[in-house]
């Protein structure tokens, strides 16, 4: 009986952390335009370090451990609507040559098993 809730409380909690992540992706609009997600990538930056820092601080005084300061998270200072764009036309690039890539290729190796079985057939 405990294993059933307790594999019920594991599925409920994993359920509302997915929950959670999938309305803060629309609350936030994290997958509409970039700037937007921009917008939030720079206000996560502002808010996860100190954050990070007030809940060290809060687990060594109930744990009475010294924590170190976590160093500053590097800065990042490229768009990533550019690196998402070339990423995507890079791979829609390679999906559009694929058909004509693969005829080539399955050509030359046709080609080359028959000039195999005729050199083997001699």
Same mark, same amino acid.
């Given at each position: 009986?405990?294993?059933?809730?307790?594999? %019920?409380?594991?599925? %409920?909690?994993?359920?509302?952390?997915?929950?959670?992540?999938?309305?803060?992706? +629309?609350?936030?609009?994290? %997958?509409?335009?970039?700037?937007?997600?921009?917008?939030? %990538?720079?206000?996560?930056?502002?808010?996860?370090?100190?954050?990070?820092?007030?809940?060290?601080?809060?687990?060594?005084?109930?744990?009475?451990?010294?924590?170190?300061?976590?160093?500053?998270?590097?800065?990042?200072?490229?768009?990533?609507?550019? *690196?998402?764009?070339?990423?995507?036309?890079?791979?829609?690039?390679?999906?559009?040559?694929?058909?004509?890539?693969?005829? *080539? +290729?399955?050509?030359?190796?046709?080609?080359?098993?028959?000039?195999?079985?005729?050199?083997? *057939?001699?």
């Amino acid at each position: 009986m405990v294993a059933r809730v307790w594999s %019920l409380m594991r599925f %409920l909690i994993k359920g509302s952390v997915a929950g959670g992540a999938v309305y803060l992706v +629309y609350d936030q609009e994290l %997958l509409g335009p970039s700037d937007k997600s921009q917008a939030a %990538l720079r206000k996560a930056e502002e808010v996860i370090p100190p954050a990070m820092y007030e809940f060290s601080q809060y687990v060594s005084k109930q744990m009475g451990l010294q924590i170190p300061q976590i160093p500053p998270p590097p800065k990042l200072n490229f768009s990533i609507r550019d *690196s998402w764009n070339s990423g995507i036309v890079t791979v829609m690039s390679a999906l559009s040559v694929a058909p004509s890539k693969a005829c *080539s +290729y399955s050509k030359e190796g046709w080609d080359y098993i028959k000039e195999r079985v005729r050199e083997h *057939s001699k």
